[in-house]
């Protein structure tokens, strides 16, 4: 079993930066898995934001690219999102997940993934 927990959300104006943290814990050793972060919008669907896989390619959606950053530290088992520029439109529920079924790539934003965190809300005022 995997276990996630997101830290680091909070209210910011636009314009702002946040940093997302992932703690991952459970029976890991020895795997290769992809993580990564999505969000959900009031009243929205949850969309990908960005991926990292086990050799630490990374992935990311058009929305955010050149303002966000996915990275992890395997020594702490833990993964980040660096959020710069913020705007309204990033406000959500930011959730962190986990995907074993890969062998260490990172399927895609539509295939879903394994595990998830319950999230950590990000709210950006104008």
């Known amino acids: 079993q995997v276990h996630l927990v997101e830290s680091g959300g909070g209210s910011v104006q636009a314009g702002g930066s946040l940093r997302l943290s992932c703690a991952l814990s459970?029976?890991?050793?020895?795997?290769?898995?992809?993580m990564g972060w999505f969000r959900q919008a009031p009243g929205k669907e949850r969309e990908g934001v960005a991926t990292?896989?086990?050799?630490?390619?990374?992935t990311y959606a058009d929305s955010v690219k050149r303002r966000f950053t996915i990275s992890q530290d395997n020594a702490k088992n833990t993964l980040y999102l660096q959020m710069n520029s913020l705007q309204p439109e990033d406000t959500a529920m930011y959730s962190c997940?986990?995907?074993?079924?890969?062998?260490?790539?990172?399927?895609?934003?539509?295939?879903?993934?394994?595990?998830w965190g319950k999230g950590t809300l990000v709210t950006i005022s104008s």
């Open positions: 997940a986990a995907d074993f079924r890969g062998g260490g790539r990172c399927l895609g934003f539509e295939y879903g993934m394994d595990y």
């Open positions: 459970g029976n890991t050793y020895n795997m290769n898995y992809c």
């Open positions: 990292i896989d086990s050799r630490g390619s990374t």
